[in-house]
């Protein structure tokens, strides 16, 4: 995607070939500003902080991660340390899990000297395939827009921050607007703020902004409203984890948007790539939800007077607060999964068509 009409990747290796720059999340819009990530503790830090988040990207970025670990020490025991403290980062995106396994199969095996040049070809093999994965999405959703388009502009609501910024390139839920958008469908995007880091508003309407995509920020509040009002045509939203049985676990507040959407008969997709299906959980109740600092909930960070990004507290002092991550949306409130191979029901069958080896997963309950 481009930033002032320069293309960048969310994360990439810096110009020495080893160190990883990733934009600074934490500091948009408000500022567009590269980290550099020289180790594994440089990436888990970055990862629970939030300067890359998004499903897709927290895969790669730990898949870089293990790289930047074993080039330091390339030993069974810092491997091992290092895929468990990865994984501990964020327990509700399963690409996470499946990107440090992929590493794992790559490195477990070579001797230690061999380890970080093959570590680094497999990060970079697995963003490239990411960029492909979305791109493929952003067709199979566009299909679905030029479908619904009806004469006017047409009016796509979603939720949190599915985009480029939470990818390598293109985003999941946003491939099919900025396809759309570029294919010369008027288009106009509803974008939830996403309470409480207020994604939506940080990030989606700023990267919507950045490829000239028409867009109008929401309270999450507003959404049904809208909805009742035939104000949307359609719902498209990312995923962190998709059960095997089509069941979506996605950033909080998806679940009520699929709610209202069944209500007055909007037509609600979940843009999913298929590192986000779990294999081995048919059970969504088993899906662990992540619960945050109840700080996001009590004080909002914004740009103040001086031109500071900071933190104000919008809460009385001893107010408690409870701050769950995710929640999970049930499969019958889902009208499709658009996947880098088509769009099928959220549903055990339709996966299946799509995805045949998927029965075969190590571990699968569906085996």
């Not at 946003?174 to 958008?181: K, N």
């Not at 007055?264 to 048919?282: H, K, L, M, R």
């Not at 619960?291 to 408690?320: K, W």
């Amino acid at each position: 995607m481009r930033v002032g009409g320069t293309p960048y990747r969310s994360i990439f290796l810096d110009e020495d070939a080893w160190g990883v720059r990733v934009v600074d999340q934490t500091v948009l819009p408000h500022r567009f500003q590269l980290l550099r990530l020289e180790s594994a503790d440089d990436v888990v830090r970055a990862i629970r902080s939030m300067v890359v988040r998004g499903a897709p990207l927290i895969g790669a970025a730990a898949a870089y991660g293990v790289a930047l670990a074993v080039r330091a020490d390339p030993s069974d025991a810092s491997l091992e340390d290092t895929l468990e403290r990865l994984a501990a980062t964020r327990p509700t995106a399963v690409n996470l899990r499946w990107a440090l396994h992929r590493m794992d199969e790559v490195a477990r095996d070579l001797p230690p000297e061999l380890r970080a040049d093959a570590c680094y070809r497999e990060a970079a093999s697995l963003c490239d395939e990411d960029v492909e994965v979305n791109r493929a999405i952003g067709g199979h959703g566009l299909a679905i827009l030029h479908e619904l388009a009806v004469g006017r502009p047409l009016n796509v609501l979603t939720h949190c921050n599915a985009g480029w910024l939470a990818t390598v390139d293109w985003g999941t839920a946003t491939a099919p607007m900025y396809r759309a958008h570029d294919d010369g469908l008027d288009i106009h995007v509803w974008v939830d703020e996403t309470r409480p880091r207020l994604q939506g508003a940080a990030l989606t309407a700023w990267e919507l902004g950045q490829h000239g995509v028409p867009h109008t920020l929401i309270p999450d509040s507003a959404a049904a409203h809208l909805m009742s009002k035939g104000e949307v045509d359609v719902v498209i939203v990312g995923t962190d984890r998709t059960t095997a049985l089509g069941d979506v676990a996605n950033k909080i507040g998806t679940y009520p948007l699929a709610l209202a959407a069944a209500d007055n008969g909007v037509p609600f997709y979940v843009a999913a790539p298929s590192p986000s299906i779990d294999w081995q959980t048919e059970d969504a109740s088993r899906i662990p939800i992540e619960q945050r600092d109840s700080d996001e909930v009590i004080s909002v960070r914004g740009l103040g007077p001086d031109d500071a990004v900071g933190v104000v507290r919008i809460a009385p002092e001893q107010t408690q607060a409870v701050n769950y991550g995710f929640d999970v949306t049930p499969r019958h409130l889902v009208t499709g999964l658009i996947t880098e191979r088509g769009v099928c029901d959220a549903s055990g069958e339709g996966l299946r068509r799509l995805f045949p080896e998927g029965e075969s997963a190590p571990g699968s309950e569906a085996s």
